[in-house]
């Protein structure tokens, strides 16, 4: 049976989260309740309006509302989207203004996955810049999801993607939260776990959405608790 919320887990995770706020984050939210746990957690992982924030969402696959993965008075916010191929092709028949190019403006291949962790780099630079030097979570990034990126690359560009995109927010002390809406044991999770600082499970519970984390660095993890 799965242990309830606790004082003693409430307490835990409040130190953990204050460590990782203070030195910045790279998050992997995990567990299939996506509609009912992943979008309310974005929302609180994205950061209030108690201080200034820098906010990016990376989209890839997901068709909710932009604002869904978002607090409320959210803005402004950059936006990078990067449509599956395959996915899109599945989704919308209609065809596309353009074809996909196989090649750069230059004549080299276009490798769309080297293009995304481009502009995601791009994009932390510029909040980097306009913020004169982001203070430690002040960057705030959703990337929604991880799964269009596992299931069309093989394992080894998968890591390097990750190293290079997780390695970007650590250098400016932001905040980053990656959806991944499997199963907690799902083998694809146990694979890239090690490149994340921690792994949020979320599930939906008798009282709703609950939260349950497990730090990387073998600190232990919390019970679980509730996620509002």
């Given at each position: ?27 992997l939210?995990v ?17 209030g ?28 916010v ?31 291949p276009?490798?769309?996955?080297v ?22 979570s ?15 690359h ?8 990750l ?66």
């Open positions: 049976m799965a242990s309830e919320p606790s004082a003693g887990g409430a307490a835990s995770f409040a130190k953990a989260l204050a460590s990782l706020k203070r030195r910045g984050s790279n998050l939210l567990g299939p309740a996506y509609e009912a746990a992943h979008l309310p957690a974005s929302r609180r992982l994205m950061g309006d108690d201080s200034p924030r820098e906010r990016l969402l990376v989209l890839t696959d997901r068709d909710a509302a932009r604002e869904a993965r978002l607090p409320d008075g959210a803005e402004p950059r936006t990078v989207e990067h449509r599956s191929v395959t996915r899109s092709a599945a989704a919308r028949p209609a065809p596309s203004p353009a074809p996909l190019s196989i090649s750069g403006p230059d004549g080299e276009h490798d769309p996955l293009a995304l962790g481009n502009e995601v780099a791009d994009e932390i630079d510029a909040a980097d810049e306009r913020a004169g030097g982001l203070a430690p002040q960057l705030r990034v959703c990337f929604d999801s991880l799964v269009p990126i596992v299931e069309e093989d394992r080894q560009r998968v890591v390097a993607f190293h290079a995109v997780t390695s970007d927010v650590d250098r400016v002390n932001g905040m980053a939260h990656y959806h991944l809406p499997v199963p907690a044991d799902d083998e694809i999770v146990g694979f890239v776990e090690p490149l994340f600082d921690a792994v949020i499970e979320l599930r939906v519970g008798t009282e709703g959405p609950q939260q349950r984390w497990t730090l990387t660095d073998g600190r232990g993890s919390t019970d679980w608790l509730p996620l509002g």
